[in-house]
């Protein structure tokens, strides 16, 4: 027929492109494919964990928890950034940064001596990775409302990567 070009057995006005068969509303979708096979644009293709990451820079499309703006969880051998690695800290201190973190395990609070001064954001994470406070350029940190556990604190310095240590608070 002169409205089916494709004989697919849907007229052009039902089917997205009546130039190819293999593209019509009883279609299956092919995940990134970058073809809108079932005529549906609400059909996801190159986002099926729908967390605005495209197959491309998401490391795991089929987990909306794992993409490039998560915060990844230290030493649970999981990628949760897409960096290509996961986060692994230790209590020890770091002799090769000049941000000190201490006591370490603390009772209530934590201390933030940095040799060289300068703007610097704080911030805590649970296990889970939930930010649970934040603060800048304090160089003391009351954790009173916090349970027992372990917590990772994460100090943005203006330049470089940021320093990462794992801190157990003790009551």
Known sequence: SDDDLDEDGFIAAN??????????????????????DDCNPETLDDDLDEDGFLKANDCDDENPGINPDQIDIPNNDIDENCDGSDLIVTSLEDSTH???????????FV?????????????????????????????RIDLIGLANGSYIIKVHKAFGKPVVKKIIVEK
Not at 22 to 30: A, G, R, V, W
Not at 98 to 105: H, Q, R
């Open 111 to 139: 201390e933030i001596g940095w040799e060289n001064g300068g703007a610097y954001l704080i911030e805590l994470f649970d296990t889970s990775g939930n930010l649970v406070l934040s603060t800048s350029n304090s160089n």
């Open 98 to 108: 000049p941000i000190k973190i201490f006591p370490n395990p603390t009772t209530r």
């Open 15 to 36: 089917d997205c492109d009546d130039t190819n068969p293999n593209i019509n509303p009883d279609q299956t979708e092919i995940p990134y494919n970058g073809i809108d």
